[in-house]
């Protein structure tokens, strides 16, 4: 199987074939729309019930606390702020939360301002606004990432997405490796510079971010309330429950440091000695798709090598297992990933042998 190079985006950042990438620190998704419509007052009203709430909606869940607060100030002022609105869909673009706290009054009317914008100008205003609240957790930012990508880069899915990261990661550390052109790379790192907190590299995010998307259901509950980072999530994530549920519980109830969760995840599951790493880099998932446009696209996965053959079946088979609980991949995907597996199998085999 032969490994094809991926066609860099088409799109409204202008970031086409042939084309310089852009300068590095510039934002590939301009945000003074959302500043111009933020700066005009409301031009109609509406019933709440007749808008789309769920369109462009990157919060699964907002900050309980913060929206008691925002719930009392218009308990007493009212709806000061209108809420952006797509003119041809009723859609909302930001305001997410008045919104919710409209229906929930029986405001029977809101202030609204109508945006004359398509889809995907309607998709960055909102995701623009997001970025900007600071009750926005790393789920509800880091899929709203891969959306943007998805999006922007013409992906079938969220799975190819999460896919192309990986491997633009690997592809950015290895020196002379062009399996992504380098402007594709360059403005998946923008994207992702731009619309995480603090500004994330690439290899930061696909390290510390994309990982959060397999964790259990519990865990990221709790990490979307806002009662757990991150941080400490990934690493109580590595236990088996009752064990996970146990710590989770003390994390919350105690406000446990990272280092303290660290720790105590140490005592229950000490680490693995260490083995002689191998030599090779042997890669850990191959998938075979199509993009939206129907482009043949091959992508060859590669994670960072364990300390053996051993412990890099063992983590592979964890991360198809989580895949496949989380249905984050597609039948097709997870069949040839098994393939993938069998393969890699083999291999050790004929090494220990």
């Given at each position: 199987?032969?490994?094809?190079?991926?066609?860099?985006?088409?799109?409204?950042?202008?970031?086409?074939?042939?084309?310089?990438?852009?300068?590095?620190?510039?934002?590939?998704?301009?945000?003074?729309?959302?500043?111009?419509?933020?700066?005009?007052?409301?031009?109609?009203?509406?019933?709440?019930?007749?808008?789309?709430?769920?369109?462009?909606?990157?919060?699964?869940?907002?900050?309980?606390?913060?929206?008691?607060?925002?719930?009392?100030?218009?308990?007493?002022?009212?709806?000061?702020?209108?809420?952006?609105?797509?003119?041809?869909?009723?859609?909302?673009?930001?305001?997410?939360?008045?919104?919710?706290?409209?229906?929930?009054?029986?405001?029977?009317?809101?202030?609204?301002?109508?945006?004359?914008?398509?889809?995907?100008?309607?998709?960055?205003?909102?995701?623009?606004?997001?970025?900007?609240?600071?009750?926005?957790?790393?789920?509800?930012?880091?899929?709203?990432?891969?959306?943007?990508?998805?999006?922007?880069?013409?992906?079938?899915?969220?799975?190819?997405?999460?896919?192309?990261?990986?491997?633009?990661?690997?592809?950015?550390?290895?020196?002379?490796?062009?399996?992504?052109?380098?402007?594709?790379?360059?403005?998946?790192?923008?994207?992702?510079?731009?619309?995480?907190?603090?500004?994330?590299?690439?290899?930061?995010?696909?390290?510390?971010?994309?990982?959060?998307?397999?964790?259990?259901?519990?865990?990221?509950?709790?990490?979307?309330?806002?009662?757990?980072?991150?941080?400490?999530?990934?690493?109580?994530?590595?236990?088996?429950?009752?064990?996970?549920?146990?710590?989770?519980?003390?994390?919350?109830?105690?406000?446990?440091?990272?280092?303290?969760?660290?720790?105590?995840?140490?005592?229950?599951?000490?680490?693995?000695?260490?083995?002689?790493?191998?030599?090779?880099?042997?890669?850990?998932?191959?998938?075979?798709?199509?993009?939206?446009?129907?482009?043949e696209l091959n992508l060859t996965v590669l994670a960072p090598a364990p300390d053996s053959i051993e412990d890099r079946?063992?983590?592979?088979?964890?991360?198809?297992?989580?895949?496949?609980?989380?249905?984050?991949?597609?039948?097709?995907?997870?069949?040839?990933?098994?393939?993938?597996?069998?393969?890699?199998?083999?291999?050790?085999?004929?090494?220990?042998?």
């Open positions: 199987m032969t490994t094809a190079t991926i066609a860099p985006p088409v799109d409204n950042a202008a970031i086409a074939t042939g084309q310089k990438p852009q300068q590095r620190g510039k934002s590939p998704v301009d945000s003074q729309r959302l500043v111009q419509a933020q700066n005009t007052s409301a031009n109609d009203t509406i019933d709440p019930r007749e808008l789309d709430a769920s369109r462009y909606q990157f919060r699964k869940q907002p900050n309980p606390k913060a929206k008691a607060e925002l719930a009392e100030s218009i308990g007493v002022k009212g709806i000061t702020n209108p809420l952006l609105v797509q003119t041809s869909r009723k859609a909302i673009i930001a305001g997410f939360t008045r919104h919710e706290i409209a229906i929930e009054g029986e405001f029977t009317q809101v202030p609204i301002r109508w945006l004359d914008v398509d889809d995907d100008e309607a998709a960055d205003i909102a995701a623009i606004d997001n970025t900007k609240r600071a009750d926005l957790n790393p789920i509800d930012e880091t899929e709203m990432v891969v959306s943007i990508l998805q999006r922007k880069l013409k992906f079938a899915s969220a799975a190819l997405t999460i896919a192309f990261l990986h491997q633009a990661a690997h592809t950015k550390e290895q020196t002379g490796n062009n399996v992504i052109p380098t402007e594709t790379i360059e403005f998946a790192t923008q994207i992702i510079r731009q619309f995480t907190k603090g500004g994330m590299s690439l290899t930061s995010f696909v390290k510390n971010k994309l990982k959060l998307l397999n964790l259990p259901e519990n865990i990221l509950d709790s990490v979307r309330s806002g009662e757990l980072h991150y941080t400490k999530a990934a690493a109580i994530s590595t236990l088996e429950d009752p064990s996970r549920q146990e710590l989770l519980d003390r994390s919350i109830e105690e406000g446990l440091s990272v280092r303290e969760v660290k720790a105590e995840v140490a005592k229950i599951k000490p680490p693995k000695a260490k083995a002689d790493k191998p030599t090779t880099e042997l890669p850990v998932k191959v998938i075979e798709a199509r993009q939206e446009d129907n482009s079946i063992e983590i592979v088979m964890e991360e198809t297992i989580a895949q496949i609980r989380s249905n984050k991949f597609a039948v097709e995907i997870l069949e040839e990933f098994e393939r993938s597996l069998l393969n890699l199998q083999r291999q050790f085999l004929v090494k220990i042998n």
